[in-house]
């Protein structure tokens, strides 16, 4: 899938390079380049924006306050892909927000975590990396670990 590791053998304090014009994120550890993964970021119209972050929270299980499915009581999907800013609510359904697993917060609702990558931007903001490769920036991150953004 276009990704590589070798961060289990590189030292060095993390930091984070997202590439959009790439679609690509990358791991260094003391400035040396120890891994890397395909990602999906924002589409037009929810675009990521580029500049200077730090990662600001980690969760390992977050789900999404905006972006889901509107499910009934037996967890049958009534409507999916909501935004529930945006789409009224059916009678009898409760709200149930997308699954962002290893989410590392960067900026305001925005993160990385793991997602579908469809090969090109299409997400509300976040950046989505593979499985495997969410789970690994996830243990190798911490909050403070610094995040550049380029276009």
Not at 34 to 42: C, D, E, Q, T
Not at 86 to 114: I, L, N, S, W
Request: net charge negative; proline share 7%; charged share 25%.
């Amino acid at each position: 899938d276009g990704s590589f590791w070798n961060a289990d053998e590189v030292q060095g304090k993390p930091s984070i390079f997202i590439s959009l014009g790439e679609q690509m994120v990358y791991l260094f550890k003391g400035g040396q380049l120890a891994g890397g993964s395909p990602i999906s970021s924002g589409a037009e119209g929810y675009d990521t924006r580029p500049g200077r972050y730090r990662i600001m929270e980690k969760d390992i299980d977050h789900k999404s306050s905006i972006y889901g499915d509107y499910e009934d009581s037996a967890g049958n999907v009534i409507a999916q892909n909501i935004d529930n800013r945006k789409d009224p609510r059916p009678p009898g359904t409760r709200f149930e927000g997308a699954k962002m697993y290893y989410f590392m917060r960067v900026y305001g609702g925005v993160g990385m975590h793991q997602g579908y990558l469809p090969g090109y931007a299409a997400s509300h903001g976040c950046i989505r990396l593979p499985g495997h490769m969410a789970e690994k920036f996830f243990r190798e991150v911490h909050v403070g670990t610094p995040v550049e953004i380029v276009p």
